[in-house]
Each structure stands twice: as structure tokens, then as C-alpha cells.
């Protein structure tokens, strides 16, 4: 019996092209040298879009790539939004009356 493989291509767009090239230099190292043997990945810059291709053996593979890779993006998006000055959270401040 042999196991399918799992395959999936994510797209995720930005608001701009420099911030798309910086989170793409970012991550690419992380996806070209991946240590894992149950996933391959490649990354694509296409525009403000980040282009995402992950192939894994099973299930479990699959979703570790990918929650990994998202987590990246992530990390290196809210990098640059404090860069910018840019608060990554709203907190409303509340009054404690007695």
C-alpha cells in the first residue's frame, strides 16, 4: 500500500511590495534549508505576494510546514509593523470605579 502525498500551495498578499520582499528575504533561508526529509517547501515572490508550495508524506508533516511557515510570515510581518511604528494589538483602556 502506498501513502498519497499531501500537497498544498498557499498565496498570501500584502499591502505592498517591499514589505512582501522583506518577509520573502526573510523566511526564504528557513525554507530552502529545512532539516525535515517528510516535507519539501518552495517559496515564490510574485508582486506583494508570497507564494507557498509545501509537499509532505502524511498528514502530520503537512501540517507542521505549514504551521511553522505561517508562523514566519507572521513573526516577520508584526517585525515590521513595530518597525513602523504600528501597534500589533488594540487594548482599550478601561476605568475601574469604586
Known amino acids: 500500500m502506498k501513502l ?7 498565496q498570501i498578499q500584502l499591502e505592498d511590495e517591499k514589505t ?5 528575504e526573510a523566511i526564504k533561508p528557513e525554507i530552502e534549508n529545512s ?5 519539501k517547501m518552495k517559496i515564490k515572490l510574485e508582486d506583494k505576494t508570497i507564494l507557498l508550495k509545501i509537499e509532505s508524506r502524511d498528514s502530520t508533516a503537512f501540517r507542521a510546514a505549514m504551521n511553522s511557515t505561517l508562523r514566519w510570515i ?3 510581518y ?21
Open 74 to 76: 507572521k513573526l516577520a
Open 35 to 39: 532539516p525535515s526529509t517528510r516535507s
Open 78 to 98: 508584526d517585525i515590521i509593523k513595530l518597525e513602523k511604528g504600528d501597534r500589533l494589538w488594540n487594548f482599550q483602556k478601561t476605568s475601574n470605579t469604586n
Open 20 to 24: 512582501a520582499h522583506i518577509i520573502w
Open 4 to 10: 498519497q502525498q499531501i500537497q498544498g500551495e498557499f
